[in-house]
């Protein structure tokens, strides 16, 4: 009784009161001979209203307001026809039965969305704002960019910020699916929604709760039941004619056999109201979009926000999964993987490079300076100067140093490494003094290699991809070719597309899109802020949620929580498994609903069995449903 809802509750107690009424009815009828034939309609009377009472007063409103033709309609129209018949009895057990299914409908259904409300429940509910007089909790919608909170042990991070002091472990189960903590500590970033499990932190603020992870979350989340699937679309449109062709069925059911072959008025229309009792389409009407609500919550359990029924079913038909690299396929952390020195030893290079490098916070840079082992002093660099496109010019120890892309060899005059380098190069030419106008003045020293490393999931991603029957893998990436075959050559994709800007991406989407039949749906996979219009453009975008930027998960229709690229071979899976409930549901109802229709209109069917038709029916399915919210 505690997970019903007040109205669920007092439902329930009608119900059983309505049985208990009628039990009633029934035992007086049956002792008592001045209770027989219409005489007995008002002990039945009492039961019926109260069962039935609100069904009848709902299809009177919705009459009133022209809608006519709904299940309320057809159970009020049915059951008074049958009292009107003197089926005293059956038109009861017909409405506690309906009423039982309808209370059972409501139940499942509740639970659902309580199970994805408990999975989502991340929104923080206070925020510990450090200031002068110590903590103050307040709402987290109140604290600004820039404040310092502190997180306790136990207690959810309710705002997005970087860690200024303390090491903990963070539960991020509810946001990815994951399982294991993860570890945080001075200089890491959190994301709103954790639950910080061992240590107390302090986090300074970098996002106002509206922009923040839960937040956007939790809009995703509460947004997808608008965004409706090809199914569930049908299936309003369908109940929208179906209900009023089965009650005029029924209608000339009732006349038209009587009058033509002839017999008794009072078994056809017996034969009609059975029919109406059989066509309530509620088991399609409510299992249909429950599949697709539990699909997208047993998603949100694995890490997966889906932002609509239309993606989902989307997703299961993909043929196509495209691929941006650094950041989706790699780690987007560089690293110096090899070193070519010219005429010098290679610390010796690597000294200069991430010495001219040291003023820049570039990930190149920063993989630099990180591969030097020995502190850099900055007092060694002069007159750092970053060319755009290119890379740096500075003057260290007093003679000028460039470092950069081919193009800035190319414009100092330096005679460079043309060969086919297998990544990021980082040229380095050094000066014969701190000037350096002329272009003989330059020498140059040699190459560093900087490699992106591949995500440990990512070829297991692509092996699953297959698996699951997608034709084509393809990546598109504005690296280097060299740097962007090694990538493909290593993960087995299809095909590989280098050197790309943003608009060159959108026209290699653009090709693709242009053969349906080759391409199928064709899903995008990003994280860049450069990867917006490609997401947008692409028949399912798919962004990589944990690290990407905002403009990625704005754009995308479907949001990886913990950036693994193998959730999109399960975002697949399950939106398969979503369909298949779906199509299930739909053959199981009508099947069953056909038959007994048949049945009824020949005289085969009692109203018991009917009931059967209506409430059982319905009552499968909605389990059947719920399975989806398993994942």
């Not at 509206?210 to 937040?215: K, L, N, Q, R, Y």
């Not at 591949?454 to 297959?466: H, N, S, T, V, W």
């Not at 949620?545 to 949001?559: Q, R, T």
Request: glycine letters at 10%.
């Amino acid at each position: 009784m505690s997970r019903m809802t007040k109205k669920q509750q007092k439902t329930l107690f009608r119900i059983l009161a309505g049985a208990v009424l009628f039990a009633a009815a029934v035992a007086l009828s049956k002792t008592l001979p001045a209770l027989a034939g219409w005489w007995a309609l008002p002990v039945y009377l009492v039961p019926y209203l109260v069962v039935g009472g609100d069904v009848l007063l709902r299809a009177g409103r919705n009459i009133a307001h022209g809608q006519i033709f709904d299940e309320n309609f057809l159970m009020a129209i049915a059951t008074v026809g049958s009292l009107c018949i003197g089926d005293f009895p059956e038109a009861i057990a017909v409405m506690l039965f309906y009423q039982v299914g309808e209370w059972f409908q409501s139940y499942a259904v509740g639970r659902s969305r309580q199970s994805i409300a408990a999975l989502m429940d991340i929104r923080p509910d206070y925020a510990n704002v450090e200031g002068p007089d110590g903590l103050t909790r307040v709402d987290p919608e109140e604290v600004a960019v820039g404040d310092v909170i502190v997180v306790k042990p136990g207690e959810r991070v309710p705002l997005d910020g970087e860690v200024l002091e303390g090491r903990s472990l963070l539960d991020t189960s509810a946001l990815t699916g994951e399982s294991v903590p993860r570890q945080a500590a001075a200089g890491d970033t959190v994301i709103s929604g954790c639950i910080n499990q061992t240590g107390l932190l302090r986090v300074r603020v970098s996002r106002p709760y509206g922009e923040s992870t839960v937040a956007k979350i939790l809009e995703l989340t509460e947004n997808a039941g608008s965004k409706k699937a090809k199914a569930e679309n049908f299936i309003t449109k369908f109940a929208r004619w179906y209900t009023p062709v089965v009650v005029i069925g029924a209608a000339l059911l009732a006349v038209l056999p009587p009058l033509i072959l002839g017999g008794g008025f009072a078994e056809w229309l017996h034969r009609a109201l059975i029919f109406l009792v059989i066509s309530c389409p509620c088991a399609l009407v409510i299992s249909i979009p429950l599949s697709f609500f539990g699909g997208i919550g047993g998603a949100s359990r694995q890490g997966i926000l889906i932002k609509g029924g239309n993606y989902l079913e989307a997703l299961a038909k993909t043929g196509t999964v495209v691929f941006d690299k650094t950041g989706t396929l790699t780690r987007g952390s560089f690293r110096v993987t090899e070193c070519h020195p010219v005429g010098m030893e290679e610390a010796r290079l690597l000294e200069l490079a991430a010495l001219a490098e040291s003023y820049s916070d570039h990930p190149i840079s920063l993989s630099l300076k990180r591969a030097v082992d020995k502190p850099i002093d900055p007092a060694r660099v002069t007159g750092a100067e970053e060319i755009a496109g290119r890379g740096v010019r500075a003057v260290v120890d007093g003679r000028a140093v460039a470092a950069g892309n081919a193009r800035l060899m190319a414009e100092l005059g330096a005679a460079y490494e043309t060969g086919d380098i297998p990544g990021t190069a980082v040229h380095v030419a050094v000066a014969s003094a701190a000037t350096h106008a002329a272009a003989s003045d330059w020498v140059y020293a040699g190459y560093l290699v900087i490699s992106d490393e591949i995500k440990p999931d990512a070829p297991e991603a692509i092996a699953q991809l297959k698996a699951l029957g997608v034709r084509k893998t393809v990546m598109l990436t504005g690296d280097a070719p060299a740097a962007a075959g090694r990538v493909a050559a290593a993960l087995g994709l299809d095909e590989t597309h280098a050197g790309l800007l943003p608009d060159g991406k959108v026209a290699k989407v653009e090709e693709l899109l242009a053969h349906p039949a080759e391409t199928g749906v064709l899903a995008f996979v990003g994280d860049g802020i450069n990867d917006a219009p490609v997401l947008s453009r692409a028949d399912v975008g798919i962004a990589m949620g944990g690290l990407g930027s905002d403009a990625a998960i704005e754009a995308a229709d479907v949001v990886l929580m913990d950036d693994q690229p193998s959730k999109i071979a399960a975002a697949i899976r399950l939106s398969r498994r979503t369909l298949r409930i779906v199509r299930q549901n739909i053959v199981f109802a009508l099947g069953v609903k056909l038959l007994f229709l048949a049945l009824g209109a020949f005289g085969l069917a009692n109203m018991w069995e009917a009931v059967f038709a209506d409430v059982g029916v319905s009552v499968i399915a909605i389990l059947n449903a719920t399975r989806a919210l398993r994942g």
